[in-house]
């Protein structure tokens, strides 16, 4: 999130402003639902406790919250959802994997890129793709990425989810 300071407001400032503040709240919104699953995990009835989630507004959401990021650092974030994408799952769950995937892109997308989001369903699936016209994975780590704690970020790099990193 960026601070601006204006001496005298001007309209850009003040729409700014208003974006980041609603991703401030979208955030602490996420942090509850994250002990909402906390405590879900640790209840013996969890497997009872899945909704009905419409994923297309879910990463619909996602982009809203993202775009003010995404266009501060100069990435186009496009969206295309299609219809019928609803599934059973956990709502702050399914956020969560979706926001490390975009919060990824972003990162890795070079200013002047673009970051795409795709929804659609796919017989009884529901499919998220998640694209960036970032430089890609190199083909020494593909191997990696599903180990545990895994990541080409130097330790103590603040910022970003830290997909597969340990905290």
């Not at 960026?2 to 001496?7: E, N, R, V």
């Not at 005298?8 to 709240?25: K, M, Q």
């Not at 990162?107 to 960036?132: A, F, I, K, Q």
């Amino acid at each position: 999130m960026d601070l601006m300071i204006c001496s005298r407001p001007t309209r850009r400032c003040v729409y700014r402003s208003l974006a980041d503040s609603r991703g401030v709240v979208a955030a602490v919104a996420r942090l509850g639902e994250v002990v909402e699953d906390l405590l879900a995990a640790a209840d013996p009835r969890a497997d009872d406790l899945h909704d009905a989630v419409d994923v297309a507004v879910l990463v619909a959401d996602m982009a809203a919250s993202a775009s003010a990021h995404a266009a501060g650092t100069g990435v186009t974030l496009t969206v295309d959802t299609g219809p019928g994408a609803v599934v059973q799952g956990s709502g702050a769950a399914l956020r969560r994997a979706v926001l490390a995937l975009v919060d990824n892109a972003l990162e890795h997308t070079p200013r002047g890129g673009g970051v795409d989001l795709r929804v659609w369903r796919d017989r009884r699936c529901v499919r998220v793709s998640v694209s960036d016209t970032g430089p890609g994975i190199a083909p020494a780590d593909v191997q990696r990425l599903t180990q545990r704690f895994h990541s080409r970020r130097p330790a103590g790099r603040p910022g970003a989810l830290r997909i597969g990193a340990r905290p």
